[in-house]
């Protein structure tokens, strides 16, 4: 087989059985493995009583998204490899799809699916980012008739579904697992478009997303970890100056937010209080301050591998610009 798929589990109930039905169901046949973060539910027991063909990795612990693709990847030898989330459904075609795509572009180091709900609104095409590394999902929330679909160049993979060369993922080296939730795939694409590894978009890959089951859309929670872990990759890779204003144009941004509304309530239906908000991003900058020694020798690594990363970065983000 020449693709392996690594699903992280955290407490995905009856959604990671029919994740794994999916892929099981493939015209081009893969080789399924499921990491479990140390879930609380009875997700690998329905699992393991449908006795579906695939790899269990059961760890003791949860370390996190970053720590889990880890996991996989050391367990994961095939030329093609899929880091992805527990709360997909794959099309019958898009394993076959994905290995005409990457044989088309044998340049290219990864393969980005298109990951979409069933009722035709898109998750995400690319990724573009702000000078401060703010990151926005191209085409997010818009009907695929409305979307740039065509098959192109974009930054990396969405997170939800990560494929890619197994020379790639050695080149870009493995995920940092302090991160453990979000922007922990950003920063590893970072790496990856460093090494000179390219992405290429593929619409016939497609993937079916309803979004989330481990994370809450607008929690503080999320907010904290992706603020957080943003500022942990600008200072990696950002130009000295740019560094320098952070701070401002995070104020900026948080009030051009703030004049479009505050949600009343996050992703679960529970309520969102501004106090509870301004806390999140209080204790992101607060601990990527704490950091800045960490990141700074990270930075440093980063230039003896890699090169001149802020020039570069500076070339990659004239690429994906978030549209005005």
């Given at each position: 087989?020449?693709?392996?798929?690594?699903?992280?589990?955290?407490?995905?109930?009856?959604?990671?059985?029919?994740?794994?039905?999916?892929l099981l169901?493939?015209?081009?046949?893969?080789?399924?493995?499921?990491?479990d973060?140390?879930?609380?539910?009875?997700?690998?027991?329905?699992?393991?009583?449908?006795?579906?063909?695939?790899?269990?990795?059961?760890?003791?612990?949860?370390?996190?998204?970053?720590g889990?693709?880890n996991?996989?990847?050391?367990?994961?030898?095939?030329?093609?490899?899929?880091?992805?989330?527990?709360?997909?459904?794959?099309?019958?075609?898009?394993a076959?799809?994905?290995?005409?795509?990457?044989?088309?572009?044998p340049?290219?180091?990864?393969?980005?699916?298109?990951v979409?709900?069933?009722?035709?609104?898109?998750?995400a095409?690319?990724?573009?980012?702000?000078?401060?590394?703010?990151?926005?999902?191209?085409a997010s929330g818009?009907?695929?008739?409305?979307?740039?679909?065509?098959?192109?160049e974009?930054?990396?993979?969405?997170?939800?579904?990560?494929?890619?060369?197994?020379?790639?993922?050695?080149?870009?080296?493995?995920?940092?697992?302090s991160?453990?939730?979000?922007?922990?795939?950003?920063?590893?694409?970072?790496?990856?478009?460093?090494?000179?590894?390219?992405?290429i978009?593929?619409?016939?890959?497609?993937?079916?997303?309803?979004?989330?089951m481990?994370?809450?859309?607008?929690?503080?929670?999320?907010?904290?970890?992706?603020?957080?872990?943003?500022?942990?990759?600008?200072?990696?890779?950002?130009?000295?100056?740019?560094?320098?204003?952070?701070?401002?144009?995070?104020?900026?941004?948080y009030?051009?937010?703030?004049?479009?509304?505050?949600?009343?309530?996050?992703?679960?239906?529970?309520k969102?209080?501004?106090?509870?908000?301004?806390?999140a991003?209080?204790k992101?900058?607060?601990?990527?301050?704490?950091?800045?020694?960490?990141?700074?020798?990270?930075?440093?690594?980063?230039?003896?591998?890699?090169?001149?990363?802020s020039?570069?970065?500076?070339e990659?983000?004239?690429?994906?610009?978030?549209?005005?």
């Amino acid at each position: 087989m020449r693709i392996d798929v690594g699903i992280i589990n955290y407490n995905g109930g009856s959604e990671l059985s029919e994740c794994v039905r999916s892929l099981l169901a493939q015209t081009e046949k893969v080789r399924v493995l499921v990491y479990d973060n140390a879930s609380a539910d009875n997700s690998i027991q329905l699992l393991k009583e449908q006795g579906l063909d695939c790899k269990v990795i059961e760890n003791s612990e949860n370390l996190g998204y970053a720590g889990a693709c880890n996991g996989l990847l050391e367990n994961m030898d095939a030329d093609i490899q899929v880091l992805c989330n527990m709360d997909l459904e794959f099309d019958p075609t898009w394993a076959e799809n994905l290995l005409k795509c990457f044989d088309r572009h044998p340049e290219a180091g990864s393969i980005a699916s298109l990951v979409m709900e069933k009722s035709g609104v898109v998750n995400a095409v690319g990724v573009q980012f702000g000078p401060d590394l703010f990151a926005k999902n191209e085409a997010s929330g818009l009907n695929i008739a409305d979307a740039d679909v065509r098959e192109k160049e974009v930054f990396g993979c969405y997170g939800a579904v990560m494929s890619f060369r197994k020379s790639a993922a050695k080149a870009a080296g493995r995920m940092d697992a302090s991160f453990f939730l979000f922007f922990e795939e950003t920063e590893w694409y970072f790496r990856h478009n460093l090494a000179g590894y390219r992405t290429i978009f593929c619409p016939e890959a497609k993937v079916y997303h309803e979004r989330s089951m481990t994370t809450v859309r607008y929690s503080p929670r999320k907010l904290f970890y992706s603020e957080r872990n943003r500022l942990r990759t600008a200072v990696r890779l950002l130009p000295a100056g740019d560094i320098l204003k952070l701070p401002v144009r995070g104020f900026v941004r948080y009030l051009n937010m703030a004049k479009g509304g505050v949600p009343g309530q996050s992703g679960d239906g529970k309520k969102l209080s501004k106090i509870a908000i301004c806390g999140a991003l209080a204790k992101a900058w607060l601990q990527a301050l704490a950091k800045l020694p960490e990141e700074l020798s990270t930075r440093r690594r980063y230039q003896k591998k890699f090169g001149n990363v802020s020039a570069k970065v500076r070339e990659i983000l004239a690429l994906y610009p978030i549209a005005e």
